[in-house]
């Protein structure tokens, strides 16, 4: 078992602090996500991780032992960024045993270990192919293949999607998620996209000005947020009173007034397909509530329609 523990990391660039006693353990083979606004330290800490930044406090330890001061290659990481920085002059084939190559493998044992990689994240019909003649998520099943060809402990993704059209990157989640199962290699992966987190991790870290604010499962951060900033990050949340929050779609219409309704004004009206995003004007503020399509009527979707929404108390989340 092989588990990777975060101790009080803190890195400071000129006077700023990127990191601030960030703490946690990855166990062995989970798939984490490090999620975040643009800024908050996310890269920071990946490179950090990997060796590519000295950090100034703290420790890093794999399977226990201490690898902070460790280089990179002594920490066994594969790597890819965002940008694929496949070579151009070499075929797909070439480009994945490139670091096997460098390690001072023989042809013939870099070409079984490159064609095993291959024939599992199917790639075969590339092999022979330029990167300039593959797409963008096909470049960066390439670049994931050569940071596994080295057998890495531990992969590292910065962004692997964020350069790619939605469609090609919806795919590419599952294909990640799938070739991580196979290999059943520990993941670490960071994004801004909480919808990319949400669906591929088995815990995420939330991260905000260079801490961490909650680490969890995906349905425990949505579910159970410790504050307004993960409960805003994480989904959508309305917020109704000091600390307290309610998603909307936990709320719904009532016909009267009673306990927990309060009356409200719709001001605006969005179809998104399987719901209409209602906003409402009511005295604890302005609201969002999604209302499923075949329970929508004409009434409620008309601009200064006047409508008595229900707060379920047990849905109020923090
Ligand atoms: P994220 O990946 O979440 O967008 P980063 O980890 O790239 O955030 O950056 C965190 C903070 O550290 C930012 O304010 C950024 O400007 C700063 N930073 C990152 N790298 C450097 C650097 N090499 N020199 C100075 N400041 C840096």
Redesign the pocket.
């Given at each position: 078992m092989t588990t990777l523990r975060a101790i009080n990391i803190t890195k400071r660039?000129?006077g700023?602090t990127?990191l601030d006693r960030v703490s946690f353990e990855i166990r062995d083979g989970e798939f984490v996500c490090i999620l975040?606004?643009?800024?908050?330290?996310?890269?920071?800490?990946l490179r950090s991780l990997a060796g590519l930044e000295a950090i100034d406090e703290g420790s890093i330890e794999i399977g226990g032992r201490d690898v902070t001061c460790a280089p990179p290659s002594e920490r066994n990481f594969g790597i890819v960024f965002q940008s694929y920085a496949l070579f151009p002059n070499l075929n797909v084939e070439e480009n994945i045993a490139y670091g096997l190559w460098n390690k001072g493998l023989s042809k013939d044992e870099a070409a079984e270990r490159v064609a095993g990689i291959i024939e599992t994240t199917g790639l075969g019909c590339h092999s022979k192919k330029y990167p300039q003649q593959l797409s963008g998520g096909q470049q960066q099943r390439v670049a994931i293949c050569r940071a596994l060809v080295l057998n890495p402990e531990f992969l590292l993704l910065d962004e692997p999607l964020s350069a790619l059209d939605a469609k090609v990157r919806l795919k590419l989640r599952k294909e990640i998620r799938q070739i991580q199962q196979r290999f059943a290699i520990t993941t670490i992966m960071?994004t801004?996209d909480q919808e990319e987190a949400l669906s591929m991790a088995d815990r995420i870290i939330v991260?905000n000005e260079?801490r961490i604010e909650q680490m969890d499962t995906p349905q425990a951060l949505y579910d159970a947020p410790v504050n307004g900033f993960v409960a805003d990050f994480v989904g959508t949340a309305n917020f109704v009173g000091a600390d307290r929050a309610i998603r909307p779609e936990s709320l719904c219409l009532s016909k009267s007034l009673s306990d927990n309704t309060i009356q409200a004004e719709v001001c605006d009206v969005e179809y998104r397909g399987a719901f209409y995003r209602i906003e409402v004007d009511t005295h604890v503020g302005h609201l969002m509530v999604d209302i499923p399509s075949q329970q929508s009527d004409a009434k409620v979707l008309r601009l200064g329609s006047r409508l008595y929404i229900d707060i379920p108390q047990d849905k109020v989340i923090m």
């Open positions: 660039f000129k700023m990127a975040g606004p643009s800024g908050c330290g996310k890269s920071t800490l960071v801004h991260m260079g």
